[in-house]
């Protein structure tokens, strides 16, 4: 998405996550939490990850790719403007309206000291319409499948996509590919910076 000058630091130096000593989630959702070390650890960061609970700036259930996307990277800059993190990540799920279903969605936002911000997403998913007749109504997503599957608390486990798949992908790893996504100019730096790798 490119660089957010509000967050630059004096030094020019590049945020990098091999230096990374300090990673803050945008949330306190273990789930999320889980995700964001799960793919750091994959990239040998050695970074110390911890959660804070901050506004998304959006509705509780977001409506639409934009608004998620909005709500994902107001969770990840207002987390690094709290924290002393090198890189803050937010995540953000929300639903889409296409051709009379509903569809899931969610996004990932990284944003690193040095004002350069990622985004990935978005895990497009037809929702049954019973779910969607509550979400309609005014029920956030986790709580509508709470709702229609006797389950409790699905937004911090397997979420709408664990159930949804069978347990084939659940809520943690669906996450991770997003994170993993929002991460691309910070693996592949120079495909990003103009340079021939």
């Known amino acids: 998405m490119g660089r957010m000058s509000a967050i630059q630091p004096e030094s020019k130096s590049l945020a990098t996550l091999a230096t990374a000593t300090n990673v803050v989630v945008g949330s306190t959702n273990p789930v999320k939490i889980a995700a964001v070390t799960a793919v750091l650890e994959r990239t040998g960061s050695r ?13 509780d259930q977001p409506e639409g790719d934009a608004e998620t996307i909005r709500g994902a990277t107001q969770r990840a800059t207002t987390a690094l403007e709290l924290s002393d993190a090198d890189f803050a990540i937010g995540i953000e799920g929300g639903v889409v309206e296409e051709a009379g279903s509903m569809r899931t969605c969610a996004w990932a936002a990284v944003v690193a000291r ?81 340079e021939t790798p």
């Open 47 to 59: 970074a110390r990850v911890r959660g804070l609970a901050v506004e998304s700036g959006v509705r």
């Open 114 to 194: 040095d004002g350069r911000v990622g985004v990935g997403g978005s895990l497009a998913m037809t929702l049954p319409d019973r779910v969607a007749m509550l979400v309609r109504g005014g029920m956030e997503l986790g709580h509508a499948m709470d709702r229609v599957s006797g389950g409790r608390d699905t937004k911090h486990g397997a979420g709408a996509v664990g159930i949804l798949t069978g347990g084939l992908v659940d809520r943690q790893r669906a996450y991770e590919a997003l994170v993993t996504y929002a991460l691309a100019q910070f693996l592949a730096p120079a495909y990003f910076d103009g």
